[in-house]
């Protein structure tokens, strides 16, 4: 009767082994890339929220956040040419007198244009073909990731190989603009893994530095260096920092502060066509594709709460309170 | 005998069961469109004996693309992780995620590297991007 009951046992188990390897093959939900952050036994907290997805998109800033972020947008006509120029050769060029000149911001500038155009510029042929490529496997992100790639092809259409940085010169032209005053850059290197100076001390102040700022692209620039490249560094262990949670609310605080989030702004740009994160949704702005794609309702929550705490709890500098109260 | 059947099955049994097992854990980790990756621009011609910009740039685009497969894609391969890439000669390495915006976002893993072993057809080797494990704290780009 033992034997009996063990063959069964066992039959019982290969049936339902065979059903999930039927499911895992065939079912077209479990693409690979669905699973990686559990098959590989990834720590993140986030998953997919369903539920968010019918939600509005009501957790955006307060008034009084965004009409502070409208004044700093508008007090930063050089960060807003580089988000809407068409022509971004032509946007670098009118950056070079000010470059001569010393200007930490068209420094900083000029090197997110020579990032941003990078991928076009080192192979115009090739990007093309890649392009064509993607467009034909007829993925989830497909047409979202098509506009990205249409985007930066359009603006960046007259860079050639020559104009493409290496990533060394590209830290190269941080520090240039870091030494200049650009505390962007400046926080970049550090994201880079090229920090100005590379001590405990240091990294703290600089944190304290681009929180005090409410720089939107300081706060952009840094979020790399803040998720999980900071997890068990002893110098941010007070800070909001550690998880791709925290990464995602020094953005989305970016944001908040006057950082182009739109659909089509640089941001949400490179995080589809450079890393294949893309919303399908072409309306959604980066604070409602987080909330949207990347976390459960309490997820975001939290994000909104290491957000609050980094926009609201960070003094305001002078010359903002200026604008806004004056 | 009567022992011997229910061992014999046993055994079978326990075969089934581990190949089933496999092909379910094969399922979620072998890419369906690897045959495309060896065509993107910066993966076709990189090997592990490529320039350390030439992989990161190639490993970063195949992670983009798996990726952009995924109805999570801030889930998958997310900062922190690692993964196997097998390119196109056969080479491979492990590359750890260290951003999902930047060209520049994954890294080799030094003393990762695994020559290519000889291809009867050459440069037949399938590209494929299996997921190894997350590791805490992000990697120097520069390394």
Not at chain 1, 87 to 112: K, N
Not at chain 1, 135 to 157: K, N, P, T, V
Request: a negative charge; one cysteine or more.
């Amino acid at each position: 009767m033992g034997p009996v009951v063990n063959v069964r046992v066992l039959i019982a188990i290969v049936v339902l082994g065979a059903g999930v390897a039927g499911l895992a093959t065939w079912w077209p939900s479990m693409s690979p890339a669905a699973v990686p952050g559990t098959a590989s036994g990834d720590t993140t907290d986030l998953a997919l929220s369903i539920a968010g997805r019918e939600r509005p998109a009501a957790d955006g800033p307060d008034p009084t956040v965004r009409s502070r972020a409208q004044a700093l947008a508008a007090a930063r006509p050089l960060h807003r040419e580089f988000e809407q120029a068409a022509d971004l050769f032509a946007f670098r060029q009118r950056l070079q007198p000010l470059i001569a000149a010393g200007d930490a911001d068209a420094r900083w500038l000029s090197s997110r244009v020579d990032e941003y155009c990078a991928g076009f510029a080192r192979d115009p042929a090739g990007f093309a073909r890649d392009s064509a490529l993607i467009s034909s496997l007829q993925l989830d992100a497909a047409r979202a990731l098509g506009a990205a790639r249409d985007r930066i092809g359009s603006r960046c259409g007259r860079f050639a190989p020559d104009d493409a940085p290496t990533f060394v010169q590209l830290v190269e032209q941080r520090k240039d603009a870091a030494e200049a005053g650009s505390l962007a850059a400046e926080a970049a290197l550090l994201a880079m893994g090229a920090p100005l100076r590379d001590d405990v001390n240091y990294r703290r102040d600089l944190v304290g530095r681009v929180q005090a700022s409410r720089d939107p692209d300081a706060f952009a620039a840094l979020s790399p260096a803040m998720g999980v490249a900071a997890s068990g560094d002893a110098a941010l262990v007070d800070t909001v920092s550690g998880t791709q949670s925290s990464e995602l609310a020094w953005q989305i605080a970016a944001c908040d502060l006057g950082l182009d989030c739109s659909a089509d702004g640089a941001l949400m740009t490179q995080y589809c066509a450079n890393g294949g994160v893309c919303a399908r949704d072409a309306r959604q702005d980066f604070s409602t594709f987080v909330r949207d794609a990347a976390v459960p309702p309490q997820g975001a929550e939290e994000i909104d709460r290491m957000k609050n705490a980094l926009v609201e709890d960070a003094p305001a500098p002078p010359q903002l309170l200026g604008m806004v109260t004056g | 005998m009567k022992r011997l059947l229910p061992r014999k099955l046993r055994f079978w049994l326990w075969t089934a069961l581990f190949v089933g097992y496999s092909a379910a854990v094969a399922g979620v980790v072998v890419d369906t469109v690897g045959e495309n990756y060896r065509r993107l621009s910066d993966v076709a011609r990189t090997s592990t004996a490529s320039p350390l910009e030439h992989r990161q740039l190639g490993a970063a685009q195949a992670a983009a693309l798996y990726r952009a497969q995924s109805p999570t894609p801030f889930l998958a391969l997310p900062p922190g992780s690692t993964f196997r890439v097998v390119w196109p000669d056969g080479s491979t390495e492990l590359v750890r995620i260290v951003s999902q915006s930047s060209a520049h976002g994954a890294v080799p893993i030094d003393g990762s590297q695994i020559d290519a072993l000889p291809q009867p057809g050459g440069g037949q080797a399938e590209l494929q991007v299996v997921p190894v494990s997350a590791a805490p704290g992000g990697a120097s780009a520069l390394e």
